[in-house]
């Protein structure tokens, strides 16, 4: 492993533990009270550690490729497509070849409904990429109530584990700088 794989590693623990504390403190939630978009403290905590992951994963990405090719632009590895294609091209990965990559990718889509449809899919979640996005949240093992996603700490769990084999697959099979 690299010292960025073994600091996306260690990224991914220190998150889980933050979100096993902060469960544990929801019963100091004041009176129960929450925002108007809010089911309660616990289902927020479960978004946000699976956010937080995610966002662990996306870094890892990123970084690593253009560690590996510095010259590559920014804005060419913004989106998850984009990615693949200068993986595969520069970096000899290819990131589908991941047995639970469409799992990777249904925890991105439920990133995208926590961040821009306030926990909803999004409308171009649900026009443009209807089948491609449920596909990959049942691959995810995220479930749904009509169009808002459920998630549950198991799903927290699940994105910790497909994330952090993922982050040892690419490290391990990407050139070593």
């Given at each position: 492993?690299?010292a960025?794989g073994?600091?996306?590693?260690?990224?991914?623990?220190?998150?889980t533990?933050?979100?096993?504390?902060?469960?544990?403190?929801?019963?100091?939630?004041?009176?129960?009270?929450?925002?108007?978009?809010?089911?309660?403290?616990?289902?927020?905590?479960?978004?946000?550690?699976?956010?937080?992951?995610?966002?662990?994963?996306?870094?890892?990405?990123?970084?690593?490729?253009?560690?590996?090719?510095?010259?590559?632009?920014?804005?060419?590895?913004?989106?998850?497509?984009?990615?693949?294609?200068?993986?595969?091209?520069?970096?000899?990965?290819?990131?589908?070849?991941?047995?639970?990559?469409?799992?990777?990718?249904?925890?991105?889509?439920?990133?995208?409904?926590?961040?821009?449809?306030?926990?909803?899919?999004?409308?171009?979640?649900?026009?443009?990429?209807?089948?491609?996005?449920?596909?990959?949240?049942?691959?995810?093992?995220?479930?749904?109530?009509?169009?808002?996603?459920?998630?549950?700490?198991?799903?927290?769990?699940?994105?910790?584990?497909?994330?952090?084999?993922?982050?040892?697959?690419?490290?391990?099979?990407?050139?070593?700088?």
């Amino acid at each position: 492993m690299t010292a960025l794989g073994e600091a996306a590693l260690g990224q991914l623990v220190i998150r889980t533990a933050d979100y096993y504390t902060l469960l544990r403190l929801e019963g100091s939630a004041p009176n129960g009270r929450s925002g108007r978009h809010l089911r309660g403290f616990a289902a927020v905590r479960h978004g946000n550690a699976l956010t937080d992951i995610v966002a662990v994963l996306e870094s890892f990405t990123v970084n690593r490729l253009l560690n590996l090719r510095p010259g590559i632009a920014y804005n060419k590895v913004m989106k998850w497509t984009d990615r693949i294609k200068m993986w595969k091209k520069y970096g000899g990965v290819d990131l589908a070849a991941y047995p639970r990559f469409q799992a990777v990718l249904g925890f991105v889509e439920v990133r995208n409904a926590l961040e821009h449809g306030l926990g909803r899919l999004t409308e171009r979640q649900l026009d443009q990429h209807r089948d491609e996005v449920i596909r990959q949240l049942a691959a995810a093992g995220v479930r749904l109530d009509g169009d808002r996603v459920l998630i549950m700490p198991e799903d927290v769990e699940r994105c910790r584990d497909v994330g952090g084999e993922f982050v040892k697959f690419l490290d391990l099979n990407a050139p070593r700088t």
